[in-house]
């Protein structure tokens, strides 16, 4: 079965950093673009970052400077390097692929990051 683990969540204080990975067990991944998003409680999923199978990356607003995406495409992964974390990132971090704009995979359990102020 095709799935996406996220790992690398955690509780960390305000200013402090976490590297989130994702390892898709999907066919393709060299080929497809690679997004994180975070849910928080109450509100809508949001994207956070995207690299596409070009290796271009794009941000939220809110987390430019401070985050960075990157992949590996040997091992499958996705990771999100997130910097000076503040309290309004504790969320939910998913990630997912997509091709052609459409979602590739169900969604995984996602990685819980809480950011203490």
């Known amino acids: 079965q095709v799935q996406l683990v996220e790992s690398g969540g955690g509780l960390v204080q305000a200013g402090g950093s976490l590297r989130l990975s994702c390892v898709d067990s999907g066919s393709g991944f060299s080929r497809n673009d690679m997004g994180w998003y975070r849910q928080a409680p109450g509100k809508q999923r949001e994207l956070v970052a995207v690299?596409?199978?070009?290796?271009?990356?794009n941000y939220a607003d809110s987390v430019k400077g401070r985050f960075t995406i990157s992949r590996d495409n040997a091992k499958n992964t996705v990771y999100l390097q997130m910097n000076s974390l503040k309290p309004e990132d504790t969320a939910v971090y998913y990630c997912?692929?997509?091709?052609?704009?459409?979602?590739?995979?169900?969604w995984g359990q996602g990685t819980q990051v809480t950011v203490s102020s």
């Open positions: 997912n692929a997509k091709r052609w704009g459409i979602f590739l995979r169900s």
């Open positions: 690299i596409t199978s070009g290796d271009s990356t």
